[in-house]
């Protein structure tokens, strides 16, 4: 599907009512037997699958067949986190090379075809390769962003009973080094189903290694650059990726073979419109989906050039994502709103010095983007002449699901606008009724099954169920509240659940309170979203203490480092002596929102508190 005008979007949209259209769209892939079944399954039955009688393997059309075709084509610029190191650029040959060495140290260590691999790394080319190198096997990555704890990623690979975990000895990081070897160890410490720990030396540390670590640099080195890809079934499992719900344990999304190649790729091709010679640059870290979709395959299965950046935007100064654009002429840049607004509070002079002339399309996701950093980002970065592709999708959807299409469909700013050839969405009001009228705003649905979507959650297939399949039966629920205007462009508002999405990630208020209860000091919490500048969403919390401590905040945050990672760090603390209460004990998380976000004078109805006066302190603290 090559969508290069708006007639094209209207009539593949219309095209893709029907399921088999996708078949069509198969035939851009290589195949080892070509599928001959679209969509089996609905939202009712709870057991979707796509294209299911084919076989394939993903890296075939991520690697071989550019391999092949445009072998000393740039696959990655690896850009380091120092500005003085020097870069590294791999062709699509020498990619494959990597990935199939990679593969065959992974198989002489053991890992088989449905083994599931955790990867705790920062972004080195090691961490893409090895990724790839599952799927060339037909292991399934589960991938842990390096910001993690040792408690949140030992949660993590105990869930998965994953007994191989890969990770490098340092991640380097502005002007820090993460010590991702040394908490590998600890959540490590902490499960029993670890059987080996691959490490990939990045800095050389002179680290501690014992007969459970396999440093395998050398054995990268060593390896043979052929490896025969495994037939895959277009259902079997490609990866999970874990996300955080409105309960207090991580959800491991599972993502199946085909119809995440066919929707990462074919979204990455018509959102972005990048052509042959574009460079592509994705900030995200692969820890997070972004980085799974639009950097690990969608652009590779379309034989692009992209960057992967080791560093920060802030390091060694606020110019860094401006000097990377110049540097490699890059055409694309996808990134968050929050960097965007963290950017733009520096200093001019570090966008003004940059050229910024080779840009020809921006994106944003993650999060709903503000019009002062919509204006901020076109004016300056974009010099008015680039589209902006505001990209509303979740880790379960595996790719973009509302978009704009650069340069093809209108942009409005701060606005996804219209669903992707394939996504039907849907509003609907709070009694779960779909609402006709063009103009509306409610809970957003998808009411038809599409082939990137997550098939369920590992080894929970109920919990599956109960999060996004029975709150509106028929339809998938993504927990984003949005608005829709009378030309059907949909304005995506934020979450209604209570999951708080701070720079641009996903943290569920339970985990939070559940990670904060175990403290010692503290009795009970709530934790809630509140407006923050950069971020986006603040995390607030309010909770029962036993005693007072003055340095209080800061103990409850190193304890939530400890316990979930600098992520979850609380932006406000109030310490109250209850908690709102309804007389069946529910906390009534809409006045603790309200509060947080400055709006007392709209509290609503709160006579059915057991402890109104609860409040009136509440008021009295903020
Ligand atoms: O609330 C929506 C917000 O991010 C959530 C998904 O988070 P995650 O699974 O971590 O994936 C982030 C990267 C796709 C959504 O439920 N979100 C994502 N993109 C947008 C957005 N909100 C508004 N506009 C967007 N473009």
Request: hydrophobic letters at 35%; glycine letters at 8%; one cysteine or more.
């Amino acid at each position: 599907m090559n969508i290069t005008s708006l007639t094209q979007y209207k009539e593949q949209y219309e095209a893709h009512k029907d399921d088999t259209a996708w078949l069509e769209t198969c035939k851009e892939y290589e195949w080892f037997n070509f599928p001959t079944k679209a969509l089996e399954g609905n939202f009712n039955d709870a057991n979707v699958t796509w294209f299911n009688d084919g076989k394939l393997n993903i890296t075939v059309n991520a690697l071989d067949r550019h391999a092949k075709n445009t072998p000393n084509k740039i696959a990655i610029i690896w850009e380091p986190n120092n500005p003085e190191d020097k870069e590294i650029k791999i062709t699509y040959k020498e990619l494959l090379e990597r990935v199939c060495k990679f593969a065959n140290v992974l198989k002489d260590q053991g890992v088989k075809k449905g083994d599931p691999v955790c990867f705790y790394m920062s972004m080195i080319p090691e961490l893409l390769v090895g990724a790839l190198a599952c799927a060339r096997i037909g292991a399934i990555h589960s991938i842990v962003f390096g910001g993690f704890s040792a408690k949140a990623l030992a949660g993590r690979i105990e869930d998965s009973s994953v007994k191989f975990v890969i990770t490098n000895d340092e991640g380097p990081r502005g002007d820090k080094k993460i010590p991702l070897k040394e908490i590998c160890d600890q959540a490590i410490s902490m499960c029993s189903c670890v059987e080996k720990v691959l490490v990939v030396r990045r800095t050389f540390a002179n680290l501690d290694y014992n007969e459970k670590h396999i440093i395998i640099n050398d054995l990268l080195e060593k390896a043979s650059s052929t490896f025969e890809p495994v037939v895959m079934n277009s259902e079997d499992p490609l990866f999970i990726l874990y996300t955080s719900g409105s309960t207090g344990k991580p959800k491991g999304l599972l993502h199946t073979t085909a119809g995440f190649m066919v929707w990462s790729n074919q979204t990455f091709k018509n959102v972005f419109q990048a052509k042959d010679n574009d460079i592509f640059w994705c900030s995200a870290d692969i820890g997070w989906i972004t980085g799974h979709s639009y950097m690990t395959y969608g652009p590779l299965i379309s034989g692009a050039t992209q960057v992967m950046f080791e560093g920060i935007p802030t390091f060694p100064d606020p110019g860094r994502f401006w000097n990377i654009i110049d540097k490699y002429k890059v055409t694309h840049f996808y990134t968050a709103p929050t960097a965007i607004r963290a950017l733009q509070a520096c200093e001019d002079r570090f966008y003004k010095e940059a050229d910024l002339n080779s840009l020809k399309v921006l994106g944003s996701v993650g999060e709903p983007i503000n019009i002062e950093a919509w204006n901020w980002y076109h004016e300056n970065i974009g010099k008015n002449k680039c589209p902006i592709v505001d990209t509303w999708w979740q880790t379960e959807t595996g790719g973009i699901m509302i978009s704009n299409l650069a340069g093809v469909t209108k942009a409005i700013a701060c606005h996804a606008t219209n669903p992707l050839p394939g996504v039907f969405p849907i509003l609907v009001d709070a009694d779960g009724n779909e609402i006709k009228d063009k103009k509306a705003s409610g809970n957003l649905c998808i009411s038809k099954p599409w082939p990137g979507m997550a098939r369920t959650i590992y080894g929970d297939h109920q919990r599956y169920i109960d999060t996004y399949l029975s709150t509106y039966a028929g339809n998938y629920f993504t927990g984003d509240g949005a608005k829709r205007d009378e030309n059907g462009n949909y304005r995506i508002t934020g979450r209604v659940d209570d999951v708080i999405n701070v720079s641009g990630h996903r943290i569920g208020t339970a985990e939070v309170e559940d990670a904060i209860n175990k403290h010692e000091l503290i009795i009970e919490s709530a934790v809630v979203g509140m407006p923050h500048e950069i971020k986006g969403q603040g995390i607030m919390a309010y909770a029962i203490s036993k005693g007072s401590h003055a340095d209080i905040m800061s103990q409850i945050n190193s304890h939530l480092v400890e316990q979930l990672g600098p992520i979850a760090k609380l932006d406000k603390l109030v310490i109250t002596t209850g908690l709102p209460k309804t007389r069946s004990g529910k906390i009534m998380r809409r006045i603790l929102r309200k509060l947080a976000a400055g709006d007392k004078d709209n509290l609503g109805d709160i006579s059915t508190l057991v402890n109104p006066q609860v409040v009136e302190e509440l008021i009295n603290k903020l």
